[in-house]
C-alpha cells in the first residue's frame, strides 16, 4: 500500500515562474492537507480539501497560492509568479475519512526561487 | 488562540541515557493529540494517536502519554537511530486542521 505521494522531490523556478506541486493520497484517503515548512522551523497549514471542496484555506495566503484536489487525480498546490520568500518544503499530508484520525505525510517537495 | 509548545527545543543524551520530551497545549477543546517523528529532509513519520487525558500509547523504545494540559513523549535508553526532530500536533473540537509545535531535535551520542 503505497504511502502519500509527492511530485517532484525537487523544483527550482526563477522568480515570476509557476510553481505546480502534486500530492497523491494514499488510497482510501478522502482528505488532503498541505503544509509549508521553513528551514528550523515548524510545519504551517495552508489548506485542507476533501475531494472537489476546500474545506479551510485559513493559512494560504490570498495572493498567488491556489490548491485543488479534483474528483480525479492528485491534488494540486499552485503558486503563481514565485518569489525568493516562497522557497520552503512543501509537504502533502492524508487521511481517512471521520473524526481525529492521523494524517500522513508524504516526502515533500522542496522548493528553490531563483 | 490555539497553541502548541514543546521544550526543551533540542536535547543531547548519551547512549542508553532516558529523557522525556514536553507538549504543552492550549486549545479551545480537544480532538486529538499527535506524535510524530522528522528526520533530516523527510517527511514526518506518524508514530502516536492520543485522544484523552490518562491515555498511554508505548512503541518499542518510545511511550506517549497525555494530560489536560500537555504530553510527554518518554525516550528509554535510546539509541543513536532515535536522533531526529519529534513533532507534536493537536486537532481541536470543530475543526480537522493539525496545529504543530517547532518540535524537539533530539541527537542521541553513541
Known amino acids: 500500500n503505497a504511502g502519500v505521494m509527492q511530485n517532484p522531490r525537487h523544483l527550482v523556478r526563477r522568480r515570476g515562474q509557476e510553481a505546480r506541486l502534486r500530492c497523491s493520497p494514499m488510497k482510501g484517503h478522502s482528505h488532503v492537507y498541505w503544509y509549508r515548512q521553513l528551514p528550523e522551523e515548524g510545519l504551517k497549514f495552508m489548506v485542507y480539501l476533501q475531494k472537489e471542496n476546500i474545506i479551510d484555506e485559513s493559512g494560504m495566503p490570498k495572493e498567488r497560492f491556489s490548491a485543488e484536489f479534483p474528483k480525479e487525480g492528485p491534488s494540486i498546490l499552485r503558486i503563481q509568479q514565485v518569489v525568493r520568500g516562497d522557497s520552503a518544503a512543501y509537504f502533502c499530508?492524508?487521511?481517512?475519512?471521520?473524526?481525529?484520525?492521523?494524517?500522513?505525510f508524504g516526502q515533500g517537495t522542496r522548493l528553490t526561487v531563483v | 488562540e490555539d497553541q502548541v509548545t514543546q521544550s526543551p527545543e533540542a536535547l543531547r543524551l548519551q547512549e542508553g541515557e532516558s529523557s522525556s520530551l514536553n507538549c504543552s497545549y492550549t486549545?479551545?477543546?480537544?480532538?486529538?493529540l499527535f506524535w510524530y517523528r522528522q528526520d533530516p529532509g523527510k517527511g514526518p513519520e506518524f508514530l502516536f494517536t492520543l485522544y484523552s487525558a490518562g491515555e498511554e500509547k508505548e512503541k518499542e523504545r518510545l511511550k506517549a502519554t497525555l494530560t489536560k494540559k500537555e504530553s510527554f513523549l518518554h525516550i528509554t535508553a535510546p539509541k543513536p537511530e532515535d536522533s531526529a526532530t519529534y513533532l507534536c500536533?493537536?486537532?481541536?473540537?470543530?475543526?480537522?486542521?493539525?496545529?504543530f509545535g517547532t518540535g524537539t531535535r533530539l541527537k542521541v551520542l553513541a
Open positions: 499530508a492524508s487521511r481517512l475519512q471521520g473524526g481525529s484520525t492521523e494524517a500522513f
Open positions: 500536533a493537536v486537532v481541536t473540537s470543530g475543526t480537522y486542521k493539525y496545529i
Open positions: 486549545v479551545s477543546g480537544l480532538r486529538g
